[in-house]
């Protein structure tokens, strides 16, 4: 596309509420159509839903701007996922280590469990039973801290 179009694009995606960056814009015409992809950071502790909804605002307002944009296709990272990134820990083997080792520790699994994984960083948000009492809650995150790459733990308790 040409630059002023480029510009336009970016510009458009950058001022949607929610985006902290844009570090991707790639862009093609194909029959005199353009489609675009386009990678955009969001605040790492963001939920999927709103994500997917600054996601979806950003599609829309580059829509209505460029009549000729048949397709913008927006990914949403939590933070810079340049080629030069290393790469995200297994969140299913993280997972797993974190509820075998709450359940260790407190002698019940844990009811829910959220995992917030960063290059520098993953932090667990763990809800347990409303029937462990503090000194339980304190074993058991102590166990999470010292399970592979998590470096925080937050545990909510229904009580």
């Known amino acids: 596309v040409d630059a002023e179009t480029y510009t336009t694009m970016r510009e458009l995606i950058?001022?949607?509420?929610g985006v902290e960056?844009?570090?991707l814009l790639k862009t093609k015409t194909v029959g005199g159509r353009i489609f675009a992809e386009a990678h955009v950071q969001v605040r790492p502790t963001l939920s999927v839903t709103q994500g997917h909804e600054?996601?979806?605002r950003a599609v829309d307002r580059v829509m209505e701007a460029i009549p000729l944009?048949?397709?913008l296709t927006v990914h949403v990272d939590p933070e810079d996922?340049?080629?030069?990134?290393p790469p995200l820990p297994n969140g299913h083997e993280i997972e797993r280590a974190v509820h075998g080792a709450w359940e260790e520790a407190t002698g019940e699994a844990p009811q829910d469990l959220t995992l917030h994984?960063?290059?520098e960083a993953t932090t667990v948000v763990l809800v347990c039973s409303s029937n462990l009492d503090e000194d339980a809650i304190e074993?058991?995150?102590?166990a999470v801290l010292a399970a592979n790459h998590v470096n925080g733990v937050q545990v909510l308790s229904p009580r």
Do not use: P, W
């Open 54 to 56: 600054i996601a979806h």
């Open 14 to 17: 950058l001022d949607t509420g």
């Open 21 to 23: 960056d844009l570090h």
């Open 81 to 85: 996922d340049r080629e030069d990134a």
């Open 69 to 71: 944009l048949q397709d």
């Open 117 to 119: 994984l960063l290059v």
């Open 139 to 142: 074993r058991g995150k102590a």
